[in-house]
């Protein structure tokens, strides 16, 4: 892992003894985390203990049961369902195992579309979508379908619309489980440049060694609860 600069920032994420169950049974259980201005945080854990049901609540996607979750300075607890889409419209970006670009939108059409849901003018929708392209490598897929990109190609356009619009949190759920490790060190290595670049947050859900050794810190879940912090050797 990467060591962390000593004077941390502010944080932008505060998670305190967050609480969910399903039918009874608990997922989460007391989980209290913070995660600060550039920092990439690997969640790690054994399939089902919990890992992207910690993501959706900390995205403001799934609600806790109970416990606190802050981001910047807004309790997420306090905002209806609307307040919780704008926030992360206006603040988070996110990315998937399985890509989740819009199947019948072109490469650069997914990357404007939080640009246009955040209300940027056209012109400087254009310039973004076209400087983002080619930061990530695809800008010779502009016009292509998702379904006409390669694997690590869609990841790249998923990267390019997590960051259009300028977030502080980028949440990544197992981003290269669907990618053979060539093309996953690839995204893991375009993940790190541009979250040094833009000062984003990472919160980076993975199986994968290699994945948490691009992040500064590792959270490792065992049943819904921090069984383990490791720190940047
Ligand atoms: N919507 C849901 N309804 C019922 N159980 C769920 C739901 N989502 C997740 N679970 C259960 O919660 C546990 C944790 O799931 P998840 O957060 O997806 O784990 P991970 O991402 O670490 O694999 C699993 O046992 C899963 O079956
Ligand atoms: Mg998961």
């Keep these: 892992m990467i ?4 004077d941390s920032p502010p944080p932008v994420l505060v998670a305190r003894d967050v609480a969910k169950s399903y039918a009874e049974r608990p997922v989460l259980r007391g989980v209290s985390l913070a995660l600060h201005a550039g920092e990439r945080l690997a969640l790690t854990g054994a ?4 890992k992207s049901t910690l993501l959706n609540c900390l995205g403001g996607v799934d609600r806790p049961d109970s416990g606190s979750i802050r981001f910047r300075n807004v309790a997420l607890e306090t905002l209806d369902a609307d307040g919780l889409t704008a926030l ?3 603040d ?3 990315i998937f195992q399985f890509f989740h670009l819009l199947p019948t939108l072109t490469a650069a059409e997914n990357v404007e579309l939080p640009l246009q849901l955040n209300g940027v003018a056209p012109a400087e929708r254009r310039d973004r979508v076209k400087a983002l392209l080619e930061r990530v490598g695809v800008a010779g897929r502009a016009t292509a379908l998702p379904a006409q990109l390669s694997g690590g190609e869609m990841q790249r356009v998923a990267i390019a619309r997590a960051l259009s619009h300028r977030p502080a949190l980028l949440l990544a759920d197992e981003p290269t489980g669907n990618l053979d490790s060539r093309h996953g060190a690839i995204i893991l ?3 790190r440049e541009l979250t040094d670049e833009t000062g984003t947050a990472l919160l980076l859900v993975t199986h994968s060694a290699a994945a ?3 992040c500064h810190r590792e959270i490792h879940l065992r049943d819904g609860q921090i069984g383990g912090q490791r720190d940047a050797d």
């Design 92 to 94: 988070i970006g996110t």
């Design 3 to 6: 060591a962390r600069p000593a």
């Design 47 to 50: 399939s089902g203990s919990g």
């Design 88 to 90: 992360r419209r206006r």
């Design 212 to 214: 948490a050794r691009i």
């Design 189 to 191: 290595e375009l993940l």
